[in-house]
């Protein structure tokens, strides 16, 4: 990186962290401070929902998903605006009606004080380790371009976050996300068309696409009704649906962004923008990581591109092994660049499109083992480093292709959605902490009090979200580990919610019961891999409920009759 790169990065992000803590300081009552001051235009509600959603995880980690497995990622969001209808008819009219802080706090007039208990741990559980994942996942970018230890780049992204997330609450989170999502836009956009132009003269855009699908990146549907394959429209029509209803219906760190808008129109307006824009983002980002794809047809690509894993190999007795696997990669790499400018010419000698895709599925296969079998080097030449390089797959094209200024840009883009993220994270976390918590059983206090208390605890949330970032690591890729620990809580959640809403038969001890039942279960279905992780989401939803029925047809008529006088 450049000192120019150097400028617009710590530029972006001081001013973001600063026009947050300028525009909100003065918050001095629990209204303003966790709600905003109920005054949020749709607009911003809309981008906040999205950049919530969006952290530095999406633009770090979903081009290299592209890059790897191609666009199929994208039938995971077909269920969101499904969800966001529902949400906008059931959930949003309910919530205002009765003027809750929390999406929780309903749960205790409907059920009992330790329904509403159980629920909110488990959301500050599941969203607690997604807070740390959100640090932990531009400590790698910065790891890669710095060379420092991630732990120190947890502790330093985490306190940047908790500074002015501490400072303004909610209205801190939603005005900086607008700025947030303007470099997000600016910067992706830009990375697009700087990928199309670095490509052959002869390769346009219709040109890439066909090269990709040739090595079968643009297979986007996917009917089969298949349990080994995580993403097909069925699973992203179905479980996508039930994830995305859990997740800004119930989850706070969603529902406090569009809890802050002054009416019910405000809100569903906002997320009603937010679902018309999400799932076109999302393609428009895998799009990325598919044009990174074909560029790296046509340049050197290297065998990891983790480049921490690529020193410790260098450096240690595996060190000609792995300069062997090198060679052997470039031979793959010059035959798939000399097959895909052929056929893309089209020339009298071009190979036709059948063989080409053949070809180039035989050429990609043999890639891949070459860098399966680096990996297995890495790790015998050091346990400490991740092998696992999905998610510096974006950012080895950043810092090697891009020219000097963008790089910061780029850089400030998913820097900037981390802290967006993770600043709604924890505001979400301290909120239900104190509202359904903390309040809940500390009566009589001051406005002040109960904003200090608030404050302290979004302080102790972030240290815990460091904590975590410092112990994670990139599991199969950082995507797919943070909506993998949504999973395992969302459905059962949203069984409760659901029972709450529309079975008014099922009583707090039934209820209480099965979603303790439930997340045991849950868990060991996760453990045991018998589903994809999308299905959990359905499977929790219908456990739940069905043994809360279970549970209340089996209760004696006069524990029914306490209930109720309850």
């Not at 529309?502 to 045991?520: D, E, P, W």
């Not at 589903?531 to 008529?557: D, E, K, R, S």
Request: proline share 2%.
């Amino acid at each position: 990186m450049q000192e120019i790169d150097w400028i617009i990065l710590i530029g972006t992000l001081v001013f973001i962290a600063g026009y947050g803590t300028y525009k909100t300081r003065g918050s001095n009552n629990v209204q303003d401070y966790i709600k905003g001051g109920d005054n949020t235009k749709w607009w911003t509600i809309g981008l906040s929902v999205m950049a919530t959603q969006a952290s530095a995880i999406t633009f770090l980690s979903t081009p290299g998903q592209a890059y790897h497995d191609g666009m199929g990622f994208v039938q995971f969001y077909f269920g969101l605006p499904i969800a966001m209808i529902i949400i906008c008819m059931v959930f949003i009219p309910i919530y205002h009606r009765l003027k809750v802080y929390t999406a929780y706090e309903y749960l205790e007039s409907r059920f009992d004080q330790k329904t509403r208990t159980l629920t909110a741990l488990l959301f500050l559980t599941q969203r607690g380790l997604s807070a740390g994942i959100t640090i932990f996942a531009p400590a790698i970018i910065l790891s890669a371009v710095l060379g420092w230890d991630l732990t120190t780049l947890n502790i330093l992204i985490g306190v940047l976050v908790i500074i002015y997330t501490v400072s303004g609450g909610t209205k801190a989170v939603n005005v900086t996300q607008k700025q947030q999502m303007g470099v997000i836009f600016l910067g992706m956009f830009t990375a697009f068309f700087l990928i199309l132009s670095y490509l052959p003269e002869e390769i346009n855009f219709t040109n890439a696409l066909n090269i990709a699908g040739a090595s079968g990146k643009m297979d986007i549907l996917d009917f089969s009704f298949d349990f080994e394959n995580r993403y097909t429209f069925w699973s992203g029509i179905i479980g996508g649906t039930f994830l995305a209803l859990s997740y800004f219906g119930t989850d706070q760190s969603q529902v406090q962004r569009y809890l802050s808008g002054k009416d019910v129109r405000t809100s569903q307006l906002g997320l009603i923008f937010n679902g018309l824009l999400k799932v076109p983002m999302q393609f428009f980002i895998l799009l990325v990581g598919v044009m990174v794809f074909v560029f790296y047809q046509f340049n050197a690509a290297p065998l990891n591109f983790n480049p921490a894993a690529t020193d410790a190999v260098h450096e240690s007795q595996y060190s000609e092994q792995y300069q062997d696997l090198e060679r052997e990669l470039k031979e793959i790499q010059e035959q798939q660049q000399t097959r895909t400018l052929q056929f893309a010419r089209g020339s009298k000698n071009a190979i036709s499109e059948g063989n080409y895709k053949n070809e180039m599925l035989q050429l990609n296969k043999l890639e891949i083992e070459k860098r399966e079998q680096a990996r297995t080097l890495i790790a015998a030449a050091s346990g400490k480093v991740e092998t696992n390089d999905k998610d510096y797959v974006f950012i080895h094209f950043i810092l090697n292709n891009l020219p000097r200024g963008l790089i910061g840009l780029l850089l400030a883009v998913i820097l900037s959605a981390a802290m967006s993220s993770t600043a709604s994270e924890l505001n979400a976390l301290s909120t239900t902490t104190m509202i359904d918590l903390y309040k809940r059983n500390i009566h009589g206090k001051s406005e002040d009090h109960y904003v200090k208390a608030t404050k302290w605890f979004t302080l102790g949330w972030g240290v815990i979200a460091i904590a975590f970032a410092s112990i994670a690591d990139l599991f199969d890729n950082l995507i797919q580990l943070v909506n993998i620990i949504g999973s395992i809580f969302y459905g059962n959640v949203l069984g409760i919610f659901l029972l709450a809403f529309f079975i008014k038969a099922v009583r707090s001890n039934a209820v209480f019961t099965a979603a303790i039942i439930t997340q045991i279960i849950i868990i060991i279905i996760w453990w045991v891999d018998v589903m994809p992780y999308l299905w959990l989401n359905l499977a929790g939803c219908g456990l739940v409920m069905g043994i809360a029925f279970l549970i209340q047809a089996f209760t004696p008529p006069q524990e029914n009759n306490l209930a109720n006088a309850e």
